[in-house]
C-alpha cells in the first residue's frame, strides 16, 4: 500500500507538472499572441507631428514611377509641353483626393484603408470586391512594377546601347521580390533599418537630378522646350493613359491615412500635410521631367531604355554609375515599404474570413506576418511572369481607379445618408464631385476609345469576387473549411505562426 501510495503521489506530482508545462505553454503563446498583436496594431500615443507626416507622404509617393512613367506619360502625348501639364494634373488630382480620404479618415477612424468606407456607405458586397481586388490585383501589380524597375535600371548598365534581354530583367526582378520577401519576414527592425536607408538614398537622387538640371537651364540649354506643343497628340484615349502613368507615380497619396490615430493634432496636420507635401512631390516631379528635357529630346527620351541613366550619362561623366545604383535604392525602396503595408492588408483580410485564416497568423519567433507577406511575394512574382512595365501599370491604374471613384463617391453618398457621423474635417463638395467625376472619365476612356479585352479580364476578375463572396462569406459552405483546415495546421507548424489576439488587459 505505500509503495502504490507513492506512485499514486508521484503520478500526481507529474501530472501537476504537465498541466504546469501545458500552462505556462498556454501563456507562453497568448503573451506571444499578444506581442504579435501589439505589433501590427500599436496602440501607442499620438507621436506624429506634421513635420514627419509630410515627410511620410514624400517618401511613400517617391519610388519608382518618376524614373519609369515619364517615357510612358510622352509616348502618348508626343510632346514636352503637355507632357508637363500632365504632370502638374496629376499632382491636383492627387492632392484633392488626398483631401477626399483625409474627411474619410476622420471621420470614421477604423483600419482598412478603403474597406470601412466603402462598408459603410454601400454595404459588404462593395467592400469585399475592394479587398478581394486588392490582394490579388492591384497591391501585387504594384510591387511587381516596381521590381520590374528596379531590375531594368539595375540591368541598363551591363548592356550599354542595348535593352537588357527580358529574361534577365524578369529574373532579377522576381530575386528582388524574394529578397524582400524573405527580409519583412524574418525581422521588422531589419525591415525599418533597410528603409530609412534606402529613403535617404531616393532623396539623394532626386536632389542631384533637379540640381543638375537647374544648373543646365541657367547655362541656357532650353532648346528642347522649344515649339513645346509642336506635334503633340491630344485625344481623350491617349490623356486617359497618360494620366494613368502619371498617377501611378503618384500612387500613395492615401496613405496617411492609415495613421490617423498616430497623427499629434490629427484635425490640423492631416490636412496639412496634405496641402504640403503633395504639391512638394509635383514641383520635384516637374523640375525632374525638366531636368529630363534639358539633356534629351523627345525622341531620344522615348527611345532611352532608363531615362534617368541615359541622363546620368550626359551630365555627370565618370560618376554616371550614380545615377543606376540610387535609383535601384530608390525603387527596391519602396518595393520594401509596399511590401510592409500590403503584407499587413492580407493580414487584415485573413483576419476578417476573408482568405485563408493562416494569413491571419503571425511567426512566433519573429513576431511578423510571415504567410501574409510570402503569400503577397508569390502573387507578385505571378505577375512578373507574363508582363511588361507600361501593360502591368495600365491594368493597375484601371483597377485601382475603379475603387477610389466609388470610394470618393461613398463620401458624397454619406453627406446624405449619415449627417449624424462627425466630421473634423469638412471639405467643399464639389471637390469629391471633381474627383468622382474625373475617376469615372479614367475607367471609361480607354474602355471607349480603344478597347481591350484585357479590360475586360479585369473587370470579369473584379466581379468573380461576387460568387466567392457569395459561396464563401454570405452562405459559409462547410466544405471549404474542411479542405482548409489541416492546411492551415500544416502550414502552421511548418512556419511557427500563431493567430494574433487583441489581449485586454
Keep these: 500500500m505505500g509503495e502504490e501510495s507513492l506512485?499514486?503521489?508521484?503520478?500526481?506530482?507529474?501530472?501537476?507538472?504537465?498541466?504546469?508545462?501545458?500552462?505556462?505553454?498556454?501563456?507562453?503563446?497568448?503573451?506571444l499572441q499578444k506581442q504579435a498583436s501589439l505589433f501590427l496594431f500599436p496602440l501607442q500615443p499620438a507621436c506624429v507631428g506634421l513635420i514627419s507626416g509630410i515627410c511620410m507622404i514624400v517618401g511613400t509617393i517617391i519610388g519608382s514611377g518618376i524614373f519609369v512613367s515619364p517615357k510612358s506619360v510622352l509616348a502618348n502625348v508626343e510632346a514636352v509641353g503637355p507632357c508637363l501639364i500632365i504632370w502638374a494634373a496629376c499632382g491636383v488630382l492627387a492632392t484633392l483626393g488626398a483631401l477626399c480620404f483625409a474627411e474619410l479618415g476622420t471621420m470614421i477612424t477604423k483600419s482598412g484603408g478603403e474597406y470601412p468606407y466603402l462598408m459603410e456607405a454601400f454595404g459588404p458586397i462593395p467592400a469585399f470586391l475592394f479587398s478581394w481586388t486588392s490582394l490579388l490585383v492591384t497591391k501585387p501589380s504594384s510591387f511587381a512594377i516596381i521590381c520590374l524597375s528596379f531590375a531594368e535600371?539595375?540591368?541598363?548598365?551591363?548592356?550599354?546601347?542595348?535593352?537588357?534581354?527580358?529574361?534577365?530583367?524578369?529574373?532579377?526582378?522576381?530575386?528582388?521580390i524574394v529578397v524582400i520577401t524573405?527580409?519583412?519576414?524574418?525581422?521588422?527592425?531589419?525591415?525599418?533599418?533597410?528603409?530609412?536607408?534606402?529613403?535617404?538614398?531616393?532623396?539623394?537622387?532626386?536632389?542631384?537630378?533637379?540640381?543638375?538640371?537647374?544648373?543646365?537651364?541657367?547655362?541656357?540649354?532650353?532648346?528642347?522646350?522649344?515649339?513645346?506643343?509642336?506635334?503633340?497628340?491630344?485625344?481623350?484615349?491617349?490623356?486617359?493613359?497618360?494620366?494613368?502613368?502619371?498617377?501611378?507615380?503618384?500612387?500613395?497619396?492615401?496613405?496617411?491615412?492609415?495613421?490617423?490615430?498616430?497623427?499629434?493634432?490629427?484635425?490640423?496636420?492631416?490636412?496639412?500635410?496634405?496641402?504640403?507635401g503633395i504639391p512638394l512631390v509635383t514641383v520635384c516631379y516637374v523640375l525632374i521631367n525638366i531636368s529630363y528635357f534639358t539633356v534629351m529630346t523627345s525622341t531620344e527620351l522615348l527611345q532611352s531604355q532608363a531615362v534617368a541613366v541615359t541622363f546620368g550619362d550626359r551630365v555627370l561623366y565618370p560618376a554616371s554609375w550614380i545615377v543606376p545604383l540610387f535609383v535601384a535604392f530608390s525603387t527596391i525602396g519602396s518595393a520594401n515599404g509596399t511590401c510592409f503595408t500590403a503584407g499587413r492588408l492580407v493580414y487584415v483580410a485573413g483576419r476578417e474570413g476573408h482568405m485563408l485564416k493562416v494569413l491571419s497568423y503571425i511567426s512566433v519567433k519573429r513576431l511578423t506576418p510571415a504567410p501574409a507577406i510570402i503569400f503577397y511575394g508569390a502573387i507578385a512574382i505571378i505577375y512578373?511572369?507574363?508582363?511588361?512595365?507600361?501593360?502591368?501599370?495600365?491594368?493597375?491604374?484601371?483597377?485601382?481607379?475603379?475603387?477610389?471613384?466609388?470610394?470618393?463617391?461613398?463620401?458624397?453618398?454619406?453627406?446624405?445618408?449619415?449627417?449624424?457621423?462627425?466630421?473634423?474635417?469638412?471639405?467643399?463638395?464639389?471637390?469629391?464631385?471633381?474627383?468622382?467625376?474625373?475617376?469615372?472619365?479614367?475607367?471609361?476612356?480607354?474602355?471607349?476609345?480603344?478597347?481591350?479585352?484585357?479590360?475586360?479580364?479585369?473587370?470579369?476578375?473584379?466581379?468573380?469576387?461576387?460568387?466567392?463572396?457569395?459561396?464563401?462569406?454570405?452562405?459559409?459552405?462547410?466544405?471549404?473549411?474542411?479542405?482548409?483546415?489541416?492546411?492551415?495546421?500544416?502550414?502552421?507548424?511548418?512556419?511557427?505562426?500563431?493567430?494574433?489576439?487583441?489581449?485586454?488587459?
Excluded at 235 to 244: C, K, M, T
Aim: proline content about 6%; overall charge positive.
Design 7 to 31: 506512485r499514486k503521489r508521484k503520478g500526481e506530482d507529474n501530472g501537476k507538472e504537465d498541466g504546469q508545462s501545458i500552462q505556462s505553454h498556454e501563456l507562453q503563446t497568448m503573451n
Design 153 to 176: 535600371y539595375a540591368s541598363a548598365p551591363f548592356y550599354p546601347g542595348c535593352d537588357p534581354p527580358q529574361v534577365v530583367i524578369k529574373c532579377l526582378a522576381a530575386a528582388a
Design 182 to 276: 524573405t527580409v519583412n519576414s524574418l525581422s521588422v527592425k531589419l525591415g525599418s533599418y533597410l528603409q530609412n536607408f534606402l529613403t535617404a538614398a531616393k532623396m539623394i537622387i532626386v536632389t542631384i537630378i533637379i540640381v543638375s538640371g537647374i544648373v543646365l537651364l541657367a547655362q541656357g540649354k532650353t532648346e528642347n522646350f522649344k515649339d513645346s506643343f509642336k506635334d503633340s497628340k491630344i485625344s481623350v484615349s491617349s490623356l486617359s493613359l497618360a494620366f494613368y502613368n502619371g498617377l501611378w507615380a503618384y500612387d500613395g497619396w492615401n496613405q496617411l491615412n492609415y495613421i490617423t490615430e498616430e497623427l499629434k493634432n490629427p484635425y490640423r496636420n492631416l490636412p496639412l500635410s496634405i496641402i504640403i
Design 384 to 505: 512578373i511572369i507574363p508582363g511588361d512595365i507600361n501593360t502591368l501599370i495600365n491594368y493597375f491604374s484601371f483597377a485601382v481607379w475603379i475603387f477610389y471613384g466609388l470610394t470618393v463617391m461613398a463620401l458624397i453618398v454619406m453627406r446624405f445618408t449619415r449627417k449624424e457621423l462627425r466630421r473634423p474635417i469638412r471639405i467643399p463638395i464639389i471637390i469629391p464631385v471633381i474627383v468622382t467625376l474625373i475617376s469615372i472619365l479614367l475607367v471609361l476612356a480607354p474602355i471607349i476609345s480603344a478597347p481591350e479585352l484585357a479590360y475586360l479580364y479585369c473587370v470579369l476578375f473584379i466581379l468573380s469576387g461576387l460568387i466567392v463572396f457569395v459561396l464563401f462569406v454570405h452562405f459559409k459552405l462547410n466544405w471549404p473549411q474542411k479542405i482548409s483546415k489541416p492546411i492551415t495546421m500544416h502550414l502552421q507548424m511548418l512556419l511557427e505562426v500563431v493567430p494574433a489576439e487583441e489581449v485586454t488587459e
